[in-house]
Nanobody, 122 residues
Framework: QVQLVESGGGLVQAGGSLRLSCAAS????????MGWFRQTPGKEREFVAA????????YYADSVKGRFTISRDNARNTVYLQMNSLKPEDTAVYYC???????????????WGQGTQVTVSS
């Protein structure tokens, strides 16, 4: 079992930056692909970024590529999402996800954090 706790969300002006953190606990953490999804009320939850344990497989949604950077510190059981050049359309609740699978398509895992709100003002 995996427990995930996100932090780092907040209110920021367009063009600004935020860094999200996801602290994980549980024996499956070291074997999992972890990532971030986001969701706005009335819309489907969408994939943002993902990274495997060793960091040699990294995935980004086209909408954030070049602006967001995902990383992980396995010694601290923590995954990060550095978000730069933020836009109002990045406003959403951001959720950490563990146990993802990278088949033909990148699929979400079974473990989710509680979410952290990111609001970007224009």
């Amino acid at each position: 079992q995996v427990q995930l706790v996100e932090s780092g969300g907040g209110l920021v002006q367009a063009g600004g930056s935020l860094r999200l953190s996801c602290a994980a606990s549980g024996r499956t953490f070291s074997n999992s692909i972890m990532g971030w999804f986001r969701q706005t009320p009335g819309k489907e939850r969408e994939f943002v970024a993902a990274i495997n344990w060793s960091g040699d497989r990294i995935y980004y949604a086209d909408s954030v590529k070049g602006r967001f950077t995902i990383s992980r510190d396995n010694a601290r059981n923590t995954v990060y999402l550095q978000m730069n050049s933020l836009k109002p359309e990045d406003t959403a609740v951001y959720y950490c996800n563990a146990g993802m699978r990278d088949g033909v398509r990148l699929l979400p895992g079974d473990y989710w954090g509680q979410g952290t709100q990111v609001t970007v003002s224009s």
